[in-house]
């Protein structure tokens, strides 16, 4: 079976830093991407790993462990506009066509 | 704007109603997906098509018939729906190929309610 296993909520403060955990099981894996979700709205891309280690955009960081089948996503600087979901998702190729197997998504709430 | 435009943001409808949910993106893309999403669920792969082949059918309920007329333009006709079917349905789109990692562009769906 495939399986995506990251936390449900997550709370953290304004300014602070806070880590997302993502651990897959999935019969295909060609990289692990994440998104964010804000209430009502759509699923944005943030940040793709391929290979093992840290991508940094920003504010945000992704970082990935092919070995462990684990990564995590970092946001520093908490602002309030984080407040949000955040999914990762194994990028799976193994039917010659790009699809996506999405974890259950991270609610992450910042506050004052 | 994400450049994926979905319709109607919301839709009710009766088990035995016959409706479509449509997509749009204009951002030249190839492939386009339908997702469902159910509160504290992943999100669900319904269908992919490339280049306006359907190449990815995750079991999906007969009930729920996509339809690909051309690269732009992503249908879901809707028949017979069950109060479990309830949910958002949310559509993508991204460049085929599998080269390099070609991130997905979503709309913001349509919220379903089944009666």
């Known amino acids: 079976g495939q399986s995506l296993e990251q936390p449900s909520e997550v709370t953290a403060v304004e300014g602070a830093i806070v880590q997302i955990n993502c651990t897959y099981q999935?019969?295909?894996?060609?990289?692990l991407s994440w998104y964010q979700q804000h209430d009502g709205g759509a699923p944005t891309f943030l940040s793709y790993?391929?290979?093992?280690g840290l991508e940094e955009t920003g504010r945000f960081s992704s970082f990935l462990s092919r070995s462990d089948s684990y990564g995590y996503l970092l946001l520093q600087e908490l602002q309030m506009k984080d407040s949000a979901s955040y999914f990762c998702a194994v990028r799976d190729l193994s039917g010659g066509y790009n699809k996506l197997i999405f974890g259950a998504g991270t609610r992450l709430a910042v506050h004052p | 704007e994400t450049g994926v435009t979905q319709t109607p943001r919301h839709l009710v409808m009766g088990m035995t109603n016959k409706k479509s949910l449509k997509c749009e993106q204009h951002l030249g893309h190839n492939a386009m997906y339908w997702y469902k999403q159910s509160a504290k669920k992943p999100l669900e792969l319904m269908f992919v098509y490339n280049f306006k082949e359907q190449t990815e059918n995750n079991s999906v309920p007969s009930r729920f018939s996509p339809e690909c007329p051309n690269s732009s333009h992503l249908f879901l006709h809707l028949h017979t729906l069950q109060p479990e079917d309830s949910a958002l349905y949310l559509c993508?789109?991204?460049?085929?190929?599998?080269?390099?990692?070609?991130?997905?562009?979503f709309g913001d769906g349509t919220r379903l309610s089944i009666l």
């Open positions: 790993n391929g290979l093992d």
């Open positions: 993508a789109s991204s460049h085929a190929g599998t080269g390099e990692n070609q991130p997905q562009h």
């Open positions: 999935t019969s295909g894996f060609y990289g």
